[in-house]
Protein backbone atom coordinates (compact mmCIF):
# COMPACT_ATOMS: atom_id res chain seq x y z
CA UNK A 1 0.00 0.00 0.00
CA UNK A 2 1.77 3.28 -0.98
CA UNK A 3 0.22 5.06 2.94
CA UNK A 4 -1.06 8.25 3.03
CA UNK A 5 -0.91 10.24 -0.15
CA UNK A 6 -1.05 14.36 0.13
CA UNK A 7 -0.73 16.92 -2.45
CA UNK A 8 0.66 19.19 -3.02
CA UNK A 9 3.76 18.71 -0.99
CA UNK A 10 4.73 22.54 -0.84
CA UNK A 11 2.40 25.48 -1.28
CA UNK A 12 3.44 29.15 -1.36
CA UNK A 13 0.82 31.63 -2.16
CA UNK A 14 -0.08 35.07 -1.57
CA UNK A 15 -2.69 36.57 1.11
CA UNK A 16 -5.84 36.36 -0.19
CA UNK A 17 -5.48 33.46 -2.55
CA UNK A 18 -7.58 30.02 -2.24
CA UNK A 19 -5.54 27.13 -1.39
CA UNK A 20 -6.73 23.52 -1.83
CA UNK A 21 -4.89 20.72 0.23
CA UNK A 22 -5.47 16.96 -0.96
CA UNK A 23 -5.83 13.86 0.57
CA UNK A 24 -5.94 10.14 -0.68
CA UNK A 25 -6.47 7.63 2.71
CA UNK A 26 -5.01 4.17 2.91
CA UNK A 27 -7.97 2.01 1.02
CA UNK A 28 -9.96 0.57 3.71
CA UNK A 29 -9.57 3.25 6.32
CA UNK A 30 -12.88 4.51 7.53
CA UNK A 31 -11.44 7.47 9.54
CA UNK A 32 -10.06 10.77 8.51
CA UNK A 33 -8.03 12.94 9.97
CA UNK A 34 -7.40 16.65 9.07
CA UNK A 35 -4.25 18.35 11.33
CA UNK A 36 -2.27 21.25 11.47
CA UNK A 37 1.65 21.40 13.14
CA UNK A 38 3.03 24.69 13.70
CA UNK A 39 5.73 25.53 16.13
CA UNK A 40 4.09 27.76 18.44
CA UNK A 41 1.00 25.40 18.73
CA UNK A 42 2.02 21.63 18.11
CA UNK A 43 0.28 19.85 16.82
CA UNK A 44 -3.68 20.74 16.17
CA UNK A 45 -6.56 18.30 15.06
CA UNK A 46 -8.93 20.55 12.96
CA UNK A 47 -11.74 18.08 11.70
CA UNK A 48 -11.66 14.41 11.35
CA UNK A 49 -14.51 12.31 9.06
CA UNK A 50 -15.47 8.59 9.88
CA UNK A 51 -17.29 7.01 6.80
CA UNK A 52 -17.30 9.88 4.62
CA UNK A 53 -19.46 12.07 7.19
CA UNK A 54 -17.35 14.92 9.10
CA UNK A 55 -17.98 14.35 13.11
CA UNK A 56 -16.09 16.64 14.59
CA UNK A 57 -15.09 19.95 12.93
CA UNK A 58 -14.73 21.91 16.58
CA UNK A 59 -10.62 22.14 15.67
CA UNK A 60 -11.04 24.12 12.38
CA UNK A 61 -9.78 28.12 12.99
CA UNK A 62 -12.72 30.04 11.36
CA UNK A 63 -15.28 29.95 8.55
CA UNK A 64 -11.90 30.68 6.09
CA UNK A 65 -11.42 27.01 6.68
CA UNK A 66 -13.26 24.39 5.15
CA UNK A 67 -13.23 20.61 4.37
CA UNK A 68 -15.19 17.62 2.60
CA UNK A 69 -14.95 14.09 1.69
CA UNK A 70 -17.24 13.34 -1.49
CA UNK A 71 -15.57 9.62 -1.23
CA UNK A 72 -13.84 7.06 0.81
CA UNK A 73 -10.90 7.67 -0.89
CA UNK A 74 -10.33 11.53 -1.27
CA UNK A 75 -10.96 14.42 0.58
CA UNK A 76 -9.65 18.22 0.86
CA UNK A 77 -9.03 20.96 3.31
CA UNK A 78 -9.77 24.66 1.16
CA UNK A 79 -8.68 27.70 3.07
CA UNK A 80 -10.10 30.90 1.24
CA UNK A 81 -9.09 33.54 1.59
CA UNK A 82 -5.96 32.33 3.09
CA UNK A 83 -3.34 34.50 5.10
CA UNK A 84 0.18 34.68 6.37
CA UNK A 85 -1.02 32.83 9.78
CA UNK A 86 -2.53 29.84 7.66
CA UNK A 87 1.44 28.83 7.05
CA UNK A 88 1.94 25.74 8.83
CA UNK A 89 2.53 22.04 7.78
CA UNK A 90 -0.64 20.45 7.09
CA UNK A 91 -1.14 16.41 7.68
CA UNK A 92 -4.31 14.27 6.80
CA UNK A 93 -4.00 11.06 8.44
CA UNK A 94 -6.61 7.94 8.46
CA UNK A 95 -7.18 5.06 10.68
CA UNK A 96 -8.93 1.40 10.02
CA UNK A 97 -12.04 0.61 11.35
CA UNK A 98 -12.44 -0.28 15.46
CA UNK A 99 -11.75 3.08 16.99
CA UNK A 100 -8.76 3.31 19.09
CA UNK A 101 -6.20 2.26 16.24
CA UNK A 102 -3.45 3.86 14.70
CA UNK A 103 -3.44 7.06 13.38
CA UNK A 104 -1.40 6.69 9.45
CA UNK A 105 -0.01 9.63 8.44
CA UNK A 106 0.59 11.66 4.76
CA UNK A 107 4.24 12.89 4.46
CA UNK A 108 2.02 16.73 4.67
CA UNK A 109 1.56 19.91 2.59
CA UNK A 110 3.59 22.49 3.84
CA UNK A 111 2.04 25.98 3.24
CA UNK A 112 3.60 29.65 2.73
CA UNK A 113 1.22 32.03 3.01
CA UNK A 114 3.32 35.87 1.57
CA UNK B 1 -11.51 15.62 28.33
CA UNK B 2 -7.96 14.10 29.84
CA UNK B 3 -4.79 15.16 28.96
CA UNK B 4 -1.95 13.50 29.38
CA UNK B 5 1.05 15.32 30.13
CA UNK B 6 4.63 14.36 28.84
CA UNK B 7 7.94 15.40 30.44
CA UNK B 8 10.35 16.72 29.40
CA UNK B 9 9.95 19.03 26.93
CA UNK B 10 13.56 18.68 25.37
CA UNK B 11 16.37 16.37 26.11
CA UNK B 12 20.09 16.87 25.08
CA UNK B 13 22.11 14.01 25.35
CA UNK B 14 25.37 12.91 23.86
CA UNK B 15 25.04 9.48 21.51
CA UNK B 16 25.54 6.71 23.03
CA UNK B 17 23.81 8.26 26.34
CA UNK B 18 20.27 6.73 27.48
CA UNK B 19 17.02 8.47 27.03
CA UNK B 20 13.89 8.53 28.77
CA UNK B 21 10.35 10.41 28.35
CA UNK B 22 7.71 10.16 30.54
CA UNK B 23 3.86 10.59 30.09
CA UNK B 24 1.31 11.17 33.35
CA UNK B 25 -2.06 11.26 33.05
CA UNK B 26 -4.65 12.33 36.39
CA UNK B 27 -7.19 9.31 34.66
CA UNK B 28 -6.77 6.03 33.78
CA UNK B 29 -6.12 5.53 30.06
CA UNK B 30 -7.74 3.05 28.49
CA UNK B 31 -4.35 2.38 26.23
CA UNK B 32 -1.43 4.52 24.77
CA UNK B 33 0.16 5.09 21.55
CA UNK B 34 3.82 6.33 21.55
CA UNK B 35 4.59 8.16 17.63
CA UNK B 36 7.86 9.67 16.69
CA UNK B 37 8.34 12.14 14.53
CA UNK B 38 11.78 13.12 12.41
CA UNK B 39 13.03 16.58 11.80
CA UNK B 40 11.13 17.57 9.03
CA UNK B 41 8.98 14.25 8.77
CA UNK B 42 5.65 13.10 9.90
CA UNK B 43 4.39 11.35 13.23
CA UNK B 44 5.18 7.59 13.03
CA UNK B 45 3.25 4.91 15.11
CA UNK B 46 5.61 2.94 17.30
CA UNK B 47 3.57 0.91 19.60
CA UNK B 48 0.31 0.69 21.51
CA UNK B 49 0.21 -0.33 24.78
CA UNK B 50 -3.17 -1.64 26.52
CA UNK B 51 -2.56 -3.60 30.02
CA UNK B 52 -1.77 -2.59 33.40
CA UNK B 53 2.24 -3.01 33.52
CA UNK B 54 2.70 -4.01 29.84
CA UNK B 55 6.30 -3.63 29.53
CA UNK B 56 7.43 -3.77 25.28
CA UNK B 57 10.53 -3.68 23.52
CA UNK B 58 11.55 -2.68 19.87
CA UNK B 59 15.43 -3.29 20.07
CA UNK B 60 16.49 -0.15 21.85
CA UNK B 61 13.48 0.95 22.73
CA UNK B 62 11.75 0.04 25.85
CA UNK B 63 7.62 1.31 26.55
CA UNK B 64 6.35 0.80 29.80
CA UNK B 65 2.32 1.36 30.74
CA UNK B 66 2.23 1.62 34.66
CA UNK B 67 0.44 -0.54 37.06
CA UNK B 68 -2.58 2.08 37.06
CA UNK B 69 -3.03 3.00 33.74
CA UNK B 70 -1.99 6.74 34.62
CA UNK B 71 1.98 7.07 32.97
CA UNK B 72 3.80 5.28 30.61
CA UNK B 73 7.27 5.79 29.27
CA UNK B 74 10.10 5.33 26.52
CA UNK B 75 13.05 4.04 27.23
CA UNK B 76 16.15 4.70 24.81
CA UNK B 77 19.10 2.78 25.24
CA UNK B 78 22.45 4.22 24.03
CA UNK B 79 21.01 6.38 21.81
CA UNK B 80 21.93 7.01 18.16
CA UNK B 81 21.45 9.76 15.58
CA UNK B 82 19.16 8.15 14.03
CA UNK B 83 16.61 8.35 17.35
CA UNK B 84 16.33 12.35 17.25
CA UNK B 85 12.86 13.86 16.32
CA UNK B 86 10.17 14.20 18.78
CA UNK B 87 8.66 11.58 20.92
CA UNK B 88 4.57 11.92 21.52
CA UNK B 89 2.15 10.19 23.65
CA UNK B 90 -1.28 11.46 22.72
CA UNK B 91 -4.28 10.67 24.92
CA UNK B 92 -8.12 10.10 23.75
CA UNK B 93 -10.48 12.41 24.09
CA UNK B 94 -13.94 11.24 24.52
CA UNK B 95 -14.62 10.56 21.15
CA UNK B 96 -11.79 8.57 21.36
CA UNK B 97 -9.52 10.81 18.73
CA UNK B 98 -5.95 11.31 19.34
CA UNK B 99 -5.35 14.60 21.44
CA UNK B 100 -1.69 15.60 20.72
CA UNK B 101 1.10 16.96 23.26
CA UNK B 102 3.99 18.88 22.80
CA UNK B 103 5.97 15.66 23.27
CA UNK B 104 9.66 15.31 24.10
CA UNK B 105 11.98 16.41 21.45
CA UNK B 106 15.80 14.42 21.68
CA UNK B 107 18.16 16.16 20.30
CA UNK B 108 21.98 14.63 20.10
CA UNK B 109 24.82 16.83 20.97
CA UNK B 110 27.44 17.65 18.31
Known amino acids: DAGVIQSPRHEVTEMGQEVTLRCKPI?????LFWYRQTMMRGLELLIY????????DSGMPEDRFSAKMPNASFSTLKIQPSEPRDSAVYFC????????????FGQGTRLTVV | GQQVMQIPQYQHVQEGEDFTTYCNSSTTLSNIQWYKQRPGGHPVFLIQLVKSGEVKKQKRLTFQFGEAKKNSSLHITATQTTDVGTYFCPSRDSNYQLIWGAGTKLIIKP
Open chain 1, 27 to 31: SGHNS
Open chain 1, 49 to 56: FNNNVPID
Open chain 1, 93 to 104: ASSPPGGGTEAF
